[in-house]
């Protein structure tokens, strides 16, 4: 058991701009979930996995927000034309399915905006 | 979902037992109480999960009365290591809602 891994861990990058992050699940799990996080408030859920079937988004995941698993192993999240506003930490988690599995997450990416 | 409501911050000496106390007064029937540990910098790590009585594992137990509309963390003898963000989160597991958490400081 590695754990989920996340790729990078910062990005800085100028508004306006398009970022990628990348997460690579617990290899047996087949739920994968991405939470947004700024500072001193909990995790926002955003979006969740199961195999490549995206099965639910977050109001928060506006258009400019878009996720895939295409093979249903690791998972990309884009942002496309960066704003302030989407400054925090990015994190992934993976389950194994079936009832109540405990998320297990990844240490997430800290994006910062200019 | 259930809301959680949990102290905002708790302090503690090395050594003690601390009980961190979560109120979710609308649990549902179907739902189950999890607790979250998070670090700085670093994402939630899964403490321990429950959904009647006490269930206890090899870092924490959590004790849940019989109206489930509160449970306890509790902490054997914390360390220095133990200061940190505690969330107690209520509901499926695959839609986890955190609340701000509790963050307890453990002092020498």
């Known amino acids: 058991d590695t754990g989920v891994s996340q790729d990078p861990r910062h990005k800085i990058t100028k508004r306006g701009q398009n970022v990628t992050f990348r997460c690579d699940p617990i290899s047996e799990h087949n739920r994968l979930y991405w939470y947004r996080q700024t500072l001193g408030q909990g995790p926002e859920f955003l979006t969740y996995?199961?195999?490549?079937?995206?099965?639910?988004k977050s109001r928060l995941l506006s258009d400019r927000f878009s996720a895939e698993r295409p093979k249903g192993s690791f998972s990309t999240l884009e942002i496309q034309r960066t704003e302030q506003g989407d400054s925090a930490m990015y994190l992934c988690a993976s389950s194994l399915g079936g009832t109540n599995q405990p998320q297990h997450f990844g240490d997430g990416t800290r994006l910062s905006i200019l | 979902l259930a809301k959680t409501t949990q102290p905002i911050s708790m302090d503690s000496y090395e050594g003690q037992e601390v009980n961190i106390t979560c109120s979710h007064n609308?649990?549902?029937?179907?739902?189950?109480i999890t607790w979250y540990q998070q670090f700085p910098s670093q994402g939630p790590r899964f403490i321990i999960q429950?959904?009647?009585t006490k269930v206890t594992n090899e870092v924490a137990s959590l004790f849940i009365p019989a109206d489930r509309k509160s449970s306890t963390l509790s902490l054997p003898r914390v360390s220095l290591s133990d200061t940190a963000v505690y969330y107690c989160?209520?509901?499926?597991?695959?839609?986890?809602?955190f609340g701000t958490g509790t963050r307890l400081l453990v002092s020498p």
């Open positions: 989160l209520v509901g499926l597991i695959q839609k986890l809602v």
């Open positions: 609308n649990i549902a029937t179907n739902d189950y």
């Open positions: 429950g959904y009647k």
């Open positions: 996995f199961q195999n490549e079937a995206q099965l639910e």
